[in-house]
T-cell receptor, first 122, second 113 residues
Framework: DAGVTQSPTHLIKTRGQQVTLRCSPI?????VSWYQQVLGQGPQFIFQ???????GRGNFPDRFSARQFPNYSSELNVNALLLGDSALYLC?????????????????????FGPGTRLTVT | ELKVEQNPLFLSMQEGKNYTIYCNYS?????LYWYRQDPGKSLESLFVLLSNGAVKQEGRLMASLDTKARLSTLHITAAVHDLSATYFC?????????????FGTGTRLTIIP
């Protein structure tokens, strides 16, 4: 089975531009999360989507937005790019991701990471 | 707010030696993960620890979890060069409505021949 896929692999943009990153989850997974990893740091949570609805948002400005499509793939959009947005953007998928769910198999929530998109802003 | 701390941040080891990486987290968590990351690459899942006292081993790596102390350890036995990488621990709380992973700062491990 194919794992999580992301496109593009690398991207170079200039300050002020807009960028769209894409993610396809593992077949059957309904939850997609996005993380930003700046060089030398651990990944930081940006968004989670489950069944096309936003289920969680990290501490990122409104320039960051995302959506999930009926086929569960997802896009992350970043507007008005800053130099500080240069990072590895990771997408992760899981079978479930429903906030407040108190039962179910623990492995339903395990997140599987894609290869990432390396964004460089100049 | 859930916080995760790792130490040491940098670790340089000789081949054949043993060492331990520590991961402390601030609140009760459902699960503790260990990941490996090679330079420029994505995260590779190593272990998922679900309960107090859980111990898992794969090759020269062994991870354990003490939920009462809010501490996990990743022990490296007889290190080899191939283990050079950055190691992250992370926690989440899906059964408490928090599915996001909170990562530690990472430990950059370098194995010296």
């Amino acid at each position: 089975d194919a794992g999580v896929t992301q496109s593009p692999t690398h991207l170079i943009k200039t300050r002020g531009q807009q960028v769209t990153l894409r993610c396809s989850p593992i077949s059957g997974h309904k939850s997609v999360s996005w993380y930003q990893q700046v060089l030398g740091q651990g990944p930081q949570f940006i968004f989670q989507y489950y069944e096309k609805e936003e289920r969680g948002r990290g501490n990122f400005p409104d320039r960051f937005s995302a959506r999930q499509f009926p086929n569960y793939s997802s896009e992350l959009n970043v507007n008005a790019l800053l130099l500080g947005d240069s990072a590895l953007y990771l997408c992760a998928s899981s079978f479930k991701g429903y906030r407040g769910l108190t039962s179910g198999r623990a492995d339903s929530y395990e997140q599987y990471f894609g290869p990432g998109t390396r964004l460089t802003v100049t | 707010e859930l916080k995760v701390e790792q130490n040491p941040l940098f670790l340089s080891m000789q081949e054949g030696k043993n060492y331990t990486i520590y991961c402390n987290y601030s609140t009760t968590s459902d699960r503790l993960y260990w990941y490996r990351q090679d330079p420029g690459k994505s995260l590779e899942s190593l272990f998922v620890l679900l309960s107090n006292g859980a111990v898992k081993q794969e090759g020269r790596l062994m991870a354990s979890l003490d939920t009462k102390a809010r501490l996990s350890t990743l022990h490296i036995t007889a290190a080899v060069h191939d283990l050079s990488a950055t190691y992250f621990c992370a926690v989440d709380r899906p059964f408490f409505g928090n599915e996001k992973l909170t990562f530690g700062t990472g430990t950059r491990l370098t194995i010296i021949p």
